[in-house]
């Protein structure tokens, strides 16, 4: 069983077009993540949610919208897409989000805009 | 966050044990030191977390000094498999965030 899964795998958009990525975990966790990971392979926390409620947003753009309809998803909606948006986003899950806690990823999300 | 420095790249031949150093000088007194693997088009995996003196699991040891200032990751007889970039993470002042920064490339040759 997939503990941590995302779709779509790739995404190829164009310039301006808005897009969801979709994340779920089977593992009961109370704490989902997005990252993202540019071509330089830098990993970054961009959001993440603690049992529904956002708990930090590390100044992403507005264009970025993390949705989660409930504790076991968390999706990422992105407006307007830019040609610096392309990069694979990661979802994550941990227990409390406490930051000893292991973080469980998923298998990414390879995002070009052209 | 606490920052840390690790070599950017490392190659090794299959068989061989491969030490990562990491130093984290600014390490708060109850943070965790935590490792992650990640292979190339997956998800980074956790390996090993220890707090202090030598924490061994089956894939790896970490060792940590007194100070607490660096840490080292040990791979006992590297296979071509462990080719990949291994993040050595420290959680700092920022709650839940946490910082995987570049990371260090293993290659295993044979």
């Known amino acids: 069983d997939t503990a941590v899964s995302q779709t779509p795998k790739y995404l190829v958009t164009q310039m301006g077009n808005d897009k969801s990525i979709k994340c779920e975990q089977n593992?009961?966790?109370?704490?989902m993540y997005w990252y993202k990971q540019d071509s330089k392979k830098f990993l970054k926390i961009m959001f993440s949610?603690?049992?529904?409620?956002?708990?930090i947003n590390e100044t992403v753009p507005n264009r970025f919208s993390p949705k989660s309809p409930d504790k076991a998803h968390l999706n990422l909606h992105i407006n307007s897409l830019e040609l610096g948006d392309s990069a694979v986003y990661f979802c994550?899950?941990?227990?409390?989000?406490?930051?000893?806690?292991?973080?469980?990823f998923g298998p990414g999300t390879r995002l070009l805009v052209l | 966050l606490a920052k840390t420095t690790q070599p950017i790249s490392m190659d090794s031949y299959e068989g061989q044990e491969v030490n990562i150093t990491c130093s984290h000088n600014?390490?708060?007194?109850?943070?965790?030191i935590t490792w992650y693997q990640q292979f190339p088009s997956q998800g980074p995996r956790f390996i090993i977390q220890?707090?202090?003196t030598k924490v061994t699991n089956e894939v790896a040891s970490l060792f940590i000094p007194a100070d607490r200032k660096s840490s080292t990751l040990s791979l006992p007889r590297v296979s071509l498999s462990d080719t990949a970039v291994y993040y050595c993470?420290?959680?700092?002042?920022?709650?839940?965030?946490?910082?995987f920064g570049k990371g260090t490339s293993l290659l295993v040759t044979p």
């Open positions: 994550a899950s941990s227990q409390e989000g406490k930051r000893e806690e292991t973080q469980y």
């Open positions: 949610y603690n049992n529904k409620e956002l708990i």
């Open positions: 593992l009961g966790h109370d704490t």
């Open positions: 993470l420290v959680p700092g002042d920022s709650g839940y965030a946490l910082n």
């Open positions: 600014n390490i708060a007194t109850n943070d965790y």
């Open positions: 220890g707090y202090k």
